[in-house]
C-alpha cells in the first residue's frame, strides 16, 4: 500500500464523521454553531471516535509527509508540527458543551494551544509550500490553500454563530489540499 493512502483513508474517514456524529453526541450539538474539538471534548457520548480521527489524521500526516517531502526539511519539520499539534488536541481535550458537565481547565487550556499551534502551523505550511512547488498554478494553489485556512479560521471568531461550519470546511479543504500537494511530491 502507498503511504500517501494512509493520509487519504483518514481523510475519507473524517469526512463523514464530522457530519455524522453530532447526532451520536449531546442533544444541545449544532453542526453550525459546534466544532469538532466539541464532539472530541472531555465527557462528551462518543468522543472517543472524534479524537481517534485528529490522531489517525495527524499520523497519517507526518508519516506521509515524511515520505514525500525528502529532501524539503523545513517543510517536514512544519509539517511534524502540525500534525504532532493535532495528535495533542487529541490527548489535551476541549471543555464540554454543556456547562454542568465537570472538566479539566488545564486540559481544556492546553488543547486551546494546540489547536492554535495546529492552525498556525497548516498556513506556515502552505504558504511555504508555495516556495517548492514547480508550476505557478501549484504555487498559487498552495498560497490560496493558507489564505483560505486562515480566512476561515478569523470567520470562526468573527461570525461564531456558524464556527462548526468554518471549521469544518477548513478540515475538509486544508487536507483536500494536502493530499493534492503530498501527491505531486515524491523527491
Known sequence: MKKI?????????????????PFYSFNSYSILRNTTSHLAAQNTPNAWIMNLV??????????????????????????????SALILTAVFQHAPIEHNIPFNIKEDELHSLFANI???????????AAFVETSSKRKILAVVAG??????????????????????????????????????KQN
Open 118 to 128: 495546529c492552525g498556525w502551523s497548516f498556513v506556515s505550511f502552505a504558504i511555504s
Open 5 to 21: 493512502n494512509l493520509l487519504l483513508i483518514a481523510y475519507i474517514i473524517m469526512l463523514p464523521i464530522v457530519f455524522i456524529l
Open 54 to 83: 485528529f490522531i489517525f489524521l495527524g499520523a497519517a500526516t507526518i508519516v506521509v509527509g515524511w515520505e514525500r517531502l525528502k529532501k524539503f526539511w523545513i517543510h517536514k519539520i512544519i509539517l511534524t508540527c502540525f500534525g
Open 147 to 184: 489564505v483560505i485556512s486562515l480566512t476561515l479560521s478569523i470567520l470562526m471568531f468573527t461570525f461564531s454563530d456558524y464556527m462548526g461550519i468554518w471549521q469544518r470546511l477548513i478540515f475538509i479543504i486544508s487536507f483536500a489540499w494536502l493530499l493534492f500537494f503530498l501527491n505531486g
